[in-house]
């Protein structure tokens, strides 16, 4: 089975301060992550995906995540936070296995909230 | 990448009526789409997956007799919601995919969600 955690669910950082939303995985096979933004009402916004290659992905909005085998982790990250980052942010798995694909797992969120 | 459409963005219905909403991929053929759920301030929750012009693919715990959903041409699929009750208040989004290319690598673009109320 393949899982995601989002281990908190509200970050909150100052406008200007660097920005970490953490994610961590679980997969049997290879992963494909990917982080997507919410805003209220509103569906989800593709940021990055990490498939193959340098482990550092850059994505929209000055985005950037950095994927980590050995700790399973994919944490989104973003030198200098704006208030207008702040929305629900998702991290979301995909197993590739044997040539094989299961759907995207999304983990549970986390609510980013930037202090002017 | 896609551009995908929802219609209605918000709709309020009566207990025991039917809903239905509307999922158009507008740039894109859609061969196969996906009906998400989301609770507020949780996760998005897979209900389903069709591929055009085959039945849906329910995921456990989701009535497929409640929820009917059709796909029956690379731009349009069709979510809907039978005999309305308030516990399927909700945020529904749709969500698309090409079959080009490795299935994993696929991108999956979302609609912008639909708000359901059921009074």
Redesign the interface.
């Known amino acids: 089975a393949q899982s995601v955690a989002q281990p908190e669910d509200q970050v909150n950082v100052a406008e200007g301060n660097p920005l970490t939303v953490k994610c961590t995985y679980s997969v049997s096979g290879n992963p ?1 992550l990917f982080w ?1 933004v919410q805003y209220p ?6 940021l990055l995906k990490y ?1 193959t290659g340098d482990n550092l992905v850059k994505g929209s909005y000055g985005f950037e995540a950095e994927f980590n085998k050995s700790q399973t982790s994919f944490h989104l990250k973003k030198p200098s936070a704006l208030v207008s980052d702040s929305a629900l942010y ?1 991290c979301a798995v ?3 296995t044997r ?3 299961r ?2 797992t ?4 986390t ?1 980013l909230t930037v202090l002017p | ?1 896609a551009v ?1 459409s ?1 219609h209605p963005s918000w709709v309020i219905c009566k207990s025991g009526t039917s809903v239905k909403i509307e999922c158009r991929s507008l740039d894109f053929q859609a061969t196969t789409m ?1 009906w998400y759920r989301q609770f507020p ?4 929750m ?1 209900m389903a ?1 069709s591929n055009e012009g085959s039945k849906a693919t329910y995921e456990q715990g989701v009535e497929k007799d409640k929820f009917l959903i059709n796909h029956a041409s690379l731009t349009l699929s069709t979510l809907t919601v039978t005999s309305a009750h308030p516990e399927d208040s909700s ?1 529904y ?1 749709c ?1 698309v995919s090409d079959s080009l290319g ?12 639909t ?1 359901l109320t059921v009074t």
């Open positions: 494909y997507y009402n509103r569906g989800l916004q593709f498939i998702f995909r197993d590739i040539g094989s694909a759907q995207l999304f983990g549970s969120g609510q | 990448g995908v929802q996906f301030k949780q996760s998005l897979l997956t945020f989004i969500s490795l299935a994993g690598k696929r991108e999956q673009y979302f609609g912008p969600g708000r």
